[in-house]
């Protein structure tokens, strides 16, 4: 089972951007689909994106349609979420997740391994 660990979280004003990583232990990477999750102060957690094993399919919420960018780098265990144009509403913790089964038939179920999360706030 991989490990998993984001960074990149920070305070930036709306309209701005931040990219964030999440870098996986283990060599067993290229196995997981991968999924990028939030959770805001007083709500429940919401997923934000996903994408499949190979990179070949990604799947995003309506909320980050358009302004957020999911990729994945399986050379270097890494899976990014690249943000722009930010808006207050998206301050959360993000989390990235790994689903070791399943499929991007389900893009947003199956996660089995979570990371300790990011911070992510937005200033209006």
């Known amino acids: 089972q991989v490990q998993l660990e984001e960074s990149g979280g920070g305070l930036v004003q709306a309209g701005g951007s931040l990219r964030l990583s999440c870098a996986a232990s283990?060599?067993?990477?290229?196995?997981?689909?991968m999924g990028w999750f939030r959770q805001a102060p007083g709500k429940e957690r919401e997923f934000v994106a996903a994408?499949?094993?190979?990179?070949?399919?990604?799947y995003y919420a309506d909320s980050v349609k358009g302004r957020f960018t999911i990729s994945r780098d399986n050379a270097k265990n890494t899976v990014y979420l690249q943000m722009n144009s930010l808006k207050p509403e998206d301050t959360a913790v993000y989390y990235c997740?790994?689903?070791?089964?399943?499929?991007?038939?389900?893009?947003?179920?199956?996660?089995?391994?979570w990371g300790q999360g990011t911070q992510v706030t937005v200033s209006s």
């Open positions: 997740a790994g689903a070791l089964w399943g499929t991007m038939s389900n893009p947003i179920g199956e996660y089995d391994t």
């Open positions: 283990g060599r067993t990477f290229s196995r997981y689909r």
């Open positions: 994408i499949s094993r190979g990179a070949a399919s990604t």
